[in-house]
């Protein structure tokens, strides 16, 4: 029985990053002999053990075959005739099918080491087509390393697109990677890579939509809304990982992708449109609550932040509210910085101000500084408090805002 530390463990220590995850590839052995020496099982589909001490995840060494379509559809051969290059070359890329042995030595059968140095992302093996989560591991990595994707590699992609195999992607899986990748260093580099192989149209069709779409906003008007929306990205994700935020920025425009350009004025009803294109993308991915009210906040409201000095008191006092910023102060935060995100999307990377975000900030502390028991102690009652709340705040912040009035 030999044991090797195989995967990202092995890649991340070649390029000097910290890895989270320790996996281990065991050859040589059945499952009785893990369990003799106090392994715990855990696998479902294949026998994969806890360490007794660490718990780190120990799998014995396996071969798969394609059996139906889907990235489940595999029968699993785990047995001690299994070598080590034949688990390795089961894997999706090169630099994630190396190994080390006891002694550190490196194990790569297959250059993984050459393409890790170069900063290419290459396929093992003519197998990679059968499992489309692949598609999604690739974007990510490239999201991650900024490595670029090997020819026949994307043509395999754009073949297992084309052969509609990107289709049996579930749900779960789908929102898995995406959220990992949208706190990558480079996460528009994720949906950009599905939309060079067409996997994009397929997954997240709301957003292919908005390529080629006319952004026409200053300082840059050629800028179409696809190119917008990855910018935006890329400035939310230098100012924060938080998913949530990064989310809503991705999604923030839309109703760009099916209504006509005459009918963008903030005061139209596009972002509607884009609204129910959230709700829609949120239902099919199945994507947690928390992500999906900031995202419909944010494609709703973005544009009152951007216009912030042209709202009457009353329609900022009814933001305000919409966004919940008395009782969640922080989602009214991330609020400010998806629409900040989405502002300096619109010029590269430039940092330019963006007052609204500190107007909004000012109208909200005015605001709050009427206070419910003040007015319940002048002798009002029941519906009376939050009608004279809004009148107040209203008339608290008409000064601040003169050019509303």
């Known amino acids: 029985m030999k044991i090797y530390q195989v995967g990202g463990a092995v890649r991340d220590k070649l390029l000097g990053h910290p890895s989270k995850d320790k996996d281990w590839v065991v050859v040589g052995a059945t499952p009785d002999m893990l369990l003799e020496l106090g392994y715990t099982p855990v696998g479902r589909d294949f026998p994969v053990f806890l360490h007794p001490t660490t718990r780190e995840e120990y799998a014995l060494a396996r071969t798969e075959r394609k059996t139906e379509a889907g990235y489940t559809g595999f029968s699993v051969y785990a047995a001690p005739d299994v070598t080590l290059e034949s688990d390795l070359q089961r894997r999706d890329l090169t630099i994630n099918a190396m190994a080390k042995d006891d002694d550190g030595q490196l194990i790569d059968p297959f250059n993984g080491l050459a393409d890790l140095q170069a900063g290419i992302l290459r396929h093992v ?36 697109v084309e052969n509609g195999e990107v289709d049996a992607l579930v749900a779960e899986r789908v929102w898995q990677e995406t959220v990992k990748a949208l706190v990558e260093p480079q996460p528009q580099k994720f949906f950009e890579l599905l ?32 190119v917008h929306v990855m910018l935006s990205l890329q400035q939310a994700r230098r100012k924060t990982n938080d998913s949530q935020v990064l989310f809503a920025v991705l999604t923030h425009d839309l109703g760009k992708g099916t209504t006509p350009p005459d009918e963008w004025p903030y005061h139209s009803n596009y972002e509607e449109h884009g609204i129910e294109l959230v709700e829609t993308l949120c239902q099919r991915y199945r994507v947690p609550s928390q992500h999906r009210f900031l995202a419909i906040l ?5 544009e009152h932040c951007h216009h912030i000095a042209e709202l009457t008191p009353e329609i900022l006092l009814n933001a305000l509210e919409s966004l919940d910023a008395f009782r969640r102060p922080q989602r009214f935060e991330q609020f400010l910085l998806a629409s900040e995100a989405d502002s300096r999307g619109r010029d590269g990377f430039s940092e330019q101000p963006y007052p609204q975000a500190d107007m909004f900030r000012q109208a909200f502390e005015i605001a709050h500084q009427v ?4 007015i319940q102690a002048d002798g009002f009652h029941g519906a009376e408090i939050k009608e004279e709340l809004r009148r107040r705040r209203i008339q608290a912040l008409a000064p601040y805002f003169p050019k509303a009035l």
């Open 371 to 374: 206070k419910v028991f003040a």
């Open 125 to 160: 093996s003519p197998a990679f087509v059968e499992d489309p989560v692949r598609i999604l591991r690739v974007a990510r990595f490239a999201a991650r390393f900024d490595f670029n994707v090997a020819e026949e590699t994307l043509d395999l992609m754009s073949k297992m």
């Open 195 to 226: 939309r060079h192989c067409g996997a994009l149209a397929r997954i997240f069709p709301e957003i292919d939509n908005l390529f080629g779409v006319p952004q026409l906003l200053k300082p840059h008007p050629e800028i179409d809304t696809g």
């Open 298 to 302: 944010v494609a709703r409201y973005h």
